[in-house]
């Protein structure tokens, strides 16, 4: 079994999937995690939980001064955030004061042991102390259930389960003495496990079932196209014929109405919507105003949209655009504007940039504030 088929079978197994702070914190870890094995949770219909405490130590780790933390939980977030359909958060309603002083490890082994009795439970850290605690759960005697489970990420973006404070690479079946009792002891419920071997034998093979079932598909439409061949290429090239005729009447029509002249003017059009990349210089004079605009807000101001506003901050040098597609103040563009915590009505939060309005005579040209000021677009 390659890592691959292991972890599927790991997320199988369990019904409530938690992660931790220091496991989100491994940002790179966390981005091939989510790459390798996003189609899997999905597959099975399972969301990781980031519960309320964690959510706000990300959040703490976001305004905090260490900018290593800083750009850890960033990314982190944004990585959550892009992943919605497999990450479930439960920060509704957080207050600031819950920032501050949250402690996620006390209130994530008080939810594992809350439901305990009712659900098959994982748990994903990197701390070797929470996953001690965790695993210690099991051995409770006044609250007995179902075993906790504890996975560490690893740096390929795989899952390893922790048994015990060791490690293991493969999903060990029990002990082959334990087996024998339970098959004594439970001799006559034997139809029940049947079901349950059966259903994980089928968890494990989906994939080569549904590839025979594929191969099957292909072979009977290889058939049916072999038989039925002679009556595709002929109509296939009935329908090339049928194009060619109208794209050369097409092409007649136009050179006939004076299509030569229209390509110069096209070429002349699309030399002047390449704004070249350079590098701003500030003038001297340059002051702030004080009034913050986001970017929709600054294409309103100009009659244009924002997309082409970033278009220009970007090419201008003043910010770039991460891989998340989330812009980032660059040197020259720290000072001209706030980056904006804010959260919509439904709880979804977010990081916008506002800009200051006196970056606009550093956007567009002379030229084109005069048009704008005289009531024309840009």
Not at 164 to 189: C, D, F, G, H, M
Request: proline share 2%.
């Amino acid at each position: 079994m390659n890592n691959q088929e292991y972890v599927k079978c790991l997320l199988a197994r369990y019904d409530l999937i938690t992660i931790d702070t220091s496991a989100l914190m491994n940002d790179e870890n966390l981005q091939r995690f989510v790459e390798n094995h996003e189609e899997t949770l999905l597959e099975y219909g399972k969301k990781i939980l980031v519960n309320r405490s964690v959510w706000a130590e990300l959040l703490h780790m976001y305004n905090c001064g260490d900018e290593e933390k800083q750009e850890k939980a960033t990314k982190a977030i944004c990585i959550i955030n892009m992943h919605r359909n497999i990450f479930l958060i439960d920060g509704r309603g957080i207050r600031t004061e819950e920032i501050w002083t949250a402690l996620a490890d006390k209130d994530i082994l008080s939810d594992l042991t809350k439901n305990i009795t009712q659900h098959n439970q994982l748990l994903i850290t990197n701390d070797d102390d929470l996953a001690n605690d965790v695993l210690n759960l099991n051995n409770l005697k006044s609250c007995r259930g179902h075993r906790v489970a504890v996975c560490r990420l690893q740096y390929s973006g795989d899952l390893v389960l922790l048994m015990s404070n060791k490690t293991i690479t493969a999903l060990s079946p029990e002990p082959q003495v334990r087996v024998r009792k339970v098959e004594k002891s439970l001799y006559v419920s034997r139809p029940n496990e049947t079901n349950v071997s059966e259903e994980t034998w089928f968890e494990c093979n989906k994939k080569y079932i549904f590839g025979c079932g594929a191969m099957v598909l292909v072979a009977v439409g290889g058939f049916v196209v072999r038989r039925n061949w002679k009556a595709i290429i002929s109509c296939f090239h009935g329908v090339r014929k049928a194009a060619e005729k109208v794209v050369t009447g097409n092409l007649v029509d136009k050179v006939a109405q004076g299509g030569k002249a229209m390509i110069p003017d096209r070429m002349n059009q699309i030399k002047q919507a390449v704004v070249p990349i350079c590098q701003t210089i500030i003038p001297s004079n340059f002051k702030l105003t004080g009034n913050l605009y986001t970017a929709r807000e600054l294409g309103a101001k100009m009659l244009c949209s924002a997309r082409e506003i970033n278009r220009r901050i970007i090419s201008r040098g003043l910010a770039e655009r991460l891989p998340s597609g989330e812009l980032v103040f660059t040197e020259l563009g720290k000072g001209l504007g706030e980056m904006k915590w804010k959260t919509t009505r439904y709880d979804y939060s977010f990081t916008n940039i506002e800009w200051d309005e006196a970056i606009l005579p550093l956007l567009f040209s002379a030229e084109e504030l005069d048009r704008r000021h005289k009531g024309g677009s840009v």
